[in-house]
T-cell receptor, first 114, second 114 residues
């Protein structure tokens, strides 16, 4: 079974609108972390946001927030007020701390339309 | 400023040749990782190290080897390059002393095996 599933290969959003990128995960490890990375066309991987499995509050970092629904095993990334520079690939990842494993999803390509 | 660098950034080689990709980080992170990125697969873990003299196999380790003789460097060696190893290779590092153990990535190496 896939450890990280990103079901949206491509997404479009109007500039200044909000967009949600979906991520579901599969783990039996009680201690894990969820990460989102951005990969622009230049190719580098940029860390955006982190959510720990024991965190009670959803993580936020500027215009990025993580909608963490533990029972549903989902960790969706919400980008508010989209900007043209947000056009990129977005990867969801999970770190299993007990098992010492790290997994990436296949990514979602986001295009922001002016 | 602390950073993680990879060299070369682009490499073309022939089938059967030995190739070594360099990764150097100045964050003094104890953990280092090598991934390959291919279309439709996201990032897949090749090898990782949790400290000097420690190395572990990842999901796609066949045909690759690593060695960790100091904290800063984790070179990746393709013992006999194959066309299936044409890919973009990313090195990453993290500090397990932090709560999140977030991985930070190098700029990537594009390898073409002819």
């Amino acid at each position: 079974a896939q450890k990280i599933t990103q079901t949206q290969p491509g997404m479009f959003v109007q500039e200044k609108e909000a967009v949600t990128l979906d991520c579901t995960y599969d783990t039996s490890d009680p201690s894990y972390g969820l990460f989102w990375y951005k990969q622009p066309s230049s190719g580098e991987m940029i860390f955006l946001i982190y959510q720990g499995s024991y965190d009670q509050q959803n993580a936020t970092e500027g215009r990025y927030s993580l909608n963490f629904q533990k029972a549903r095993k989902s960790a969706n990334l919400v980008i508010s007020a989209s900007q043209l520079g947000d056009s990129a690939m977005y990867f969801c990842a999970m770190r299993e701390y007990t098992g010492n494993q790290f997994y990436f999803g296949t990514g979602t390509s986001l295009t922001v339309i002016p | 400023d602390a950073e993680i660098t990879q060299s070369p950034r682009h490499k073309i080689t022939e089938t059967g040749r030995q190739v070594t990709l360099a990764c150097h980080q100045t964050w003094n992170h104890n953990n280092m990782f090598w991934y390959r990125q291919d279309l439709g697969h996201g990032l897949r873990l090749i090898h990782y190290s949790y400290g000097v003299q420690d190395t572990n196999k990842g999901e796609v380790s066949d045909g690759y080897s690593v060695s960790r003789s100091n904290t800063e460097d984790l070179p990746l060696t393709l013992e006999s390059a194959a066309s299936s190893q044409t890919s973009v290779y990313f090195c990453a590092s993290s500090d397990s002393a932090t709560d999140t153990d977030t991985q930070y990535f190098g700029p990537g190496t594009r390898l073409t095996v002819l």
